[in-house]
């Protein structure tokens, strides 16, 4: 399956997201250059049931493709509406070459290029193949089940996941691009000035995935400020005590600034975007002032440090920005929860909820800038960082530790000062992989990565909301 997929897509853009597939892509390349036979004897897969051990297992269960076994066993039942899409996938690729030889023989120790290239043209989980496949409607149709009601169901609740990408694409009216999907969450808008607006209907899954979005902006600011320690850290050849780094830290933002009460922090990043008065009466309006036309937006900043991951010297200030923008953003929210917030604020790593208390109390006791970082540091970063890092020692014996703490200073563990780098990202949104599922699915089209969507999936979103409407 993996060597048609790549086989197909040998000479364009590589195929993505084939789980377990690990280089496959390279070795297509380099095996069909060297030789015209590749065995299908070979150890491929640590896991002995490559990507189905890996991944889609679980997955093919909850979609109610797979049956649950009680007993544990290399053999495992299909539900009917599996066996449909087995046969429906077995009519797709029957007049391959790849295929008759298979049924011929019953097994295959090796694969030709041709006969790869001729599964894979039929076979591939790419929009190509499957458009011409007589699985699609069967597959849609586990996608989607609109013969579910219920929205406790999982399988609603991915009906409506799904619902909300093409919301998304529709939004956009055909200039939707695949990194839009985190500022529209987050913001409620794909780019400056480009509103997007959610169908009623769908407004608050939408909000549920804000909350994810939420979440990762949130753990990106912490992310910054943990990158700008660590690239101090390996520096240092001779360790760094906690009262060097504050001292770094406060050359790099200014004495004024480091000195200075937290709340003055807050009300010069509402004067910043165009607030004026105090912060605690202008934050109100701080979500709708500081937007991507701003450039001081929090995904704006993600941006920047993305593109300067190895400068300290940003990477603390957007940390710190991150982290102030989003308190002033959400505080209104915070404190007029709705049931999704209270369920992420309360997240049991590093949760929402203890920031804002943390930030609460910093500002009752007038603290400076300087010393709430300190507690920050203190709190949410090293001593958060060991306490993981023990955890997987002891329970996984696994060492993840990136530095040791000795006679009051910080030490770099490995040999060399480049050996790690925290790598500067955003946690991975699950509606990226949703967008490729639906563009699979052929209910969107790209175009010089553009999508759109299909009639298709103008019908499949219009759907998704009458369910919502009626039900049935």
């Known amino acids: 399956m993996i060597l048609g997929a790549y086989s197909h897509h040998k000479e364009g853009e590589p195929i993505r997201s084939l789980i377990g597939a690990g280089n496959g892509y390279a070795k297509v390349r380099s095996w069909w250059d060297a030789s015209e036979l590749v065995s299908l004897d070979a150890n491929y897969f640590q896991n002995k049931l490559g990507g189905l051990g890996q991944y889609y297992l679980t997955a093919m269960q909850a979609m109610g493709i797979i049956g649950i076994n009680e007993r544990p066993s290399w053999v495992f039942p299909l539900t009917h509406r599996g066996e449909n899409l087995a046969n429906a996938y077995g009519d797709s690729i029957a ?119 939420v979440r990762h902006h949130y753990t990106f600011g912490l992310q910054a400020l943990w990158g700008s320690f660590i690239l101090q850290l390996r520096a240092q050849t001779n360790g760094i005590a906690l009262s060097d780094f504050m001292s770094w830290i406060k050359k790099t933002l200014g004495t004024n600034k480091f000195d200075a009460s937290l709340g ?138 990136k530095f040791y703490y000795r006679d009051g200073k910080f030490y770099w563990p490995f040999t060399r000062p480049d050996y790690w780098q925290e790598p500067i990202r955003l946690a991975g949104n699950r509606l990226s992989n949703a967008l490729s599922i639906v563009s699979d699915l052929g209910l969107v089209t790209e175009k010089e990565s553009r999508f759109s969507l299909t009639e298709d999936g103008k019908n499949f979103l219009a759907r998704s909301i009458e369910m919502r409407n009626h039900g049935n």
Request: hydrophobic share 35%; glycine share 6%.
């Open 264 to 401: 003055n922090y807050l009300d010069n990043c509402c004067e910043s975007v165009g607030l004026s008065g105090s912060w605690q009466k202008s934050h109100v309006d701080f979500a709708k002032a500081c937007l991507q036309s701003s450039e001081l937006d929090e995904y704006s900043l993600f941006l920047q440090a993305n593109q300067n991951p190895t400068d300290s010297d940003l990477l603390l200030r957007v940390g710190v920005q991150t982290l102030a923008h989003h308190y002033l953003r959400f505080l209104n929210l915070h404190q007029n929860p709705r049931p999704e917030w209270r369920e992420m604020a309360k997240r049991e790593r590093l949760p929402i909820s203890s920031f804002y208390k943390f930030m609460e109390d910093n500002l009752a006791a007038n603290a400076s800038l300087g010393q709430s970082l300190e507690l920050l540091y203190k709190e949410f970063l090293l001593g958060q960082h060991e306490f993981i890092a023990l955890g997987k020692l002891r329970f996984q014996n696994y060492d993840t530790f």
């Open 95 to 213: 007049k391959s070459s790849y295929a008759k030889k298979l049924e011929e023989d019953g097994q295959l120790d090796e694969l030709s290029h041709k006969d790869a290239t001729s599964y894979g043209k039929v076979g591939c989980i790419c929009q190509e193949a499957l458009a011409q496949g007589r699985d699609l409607p069967l597959l849609r149709d586990a996608f989607f089940r609109f013969d579910q009601t219920k929205e406790d169901n999982p399988h609603v609740r991915r009906r409506l996941a799904l619902a909300v990408t093409l919301d998304l694409v529709r939004g956009a009216k055909g200039k939707f691009e695949r990194y839009m999907v985190r500022p529209a969450l987050y913001l409620g808008e794909f780019a400056a000035k480009s509103t997007y607006q959610p169908s009623p209907k769908l407004e608050d899954w939408v909000f549920r995935w804000k909350m994810v979005a």
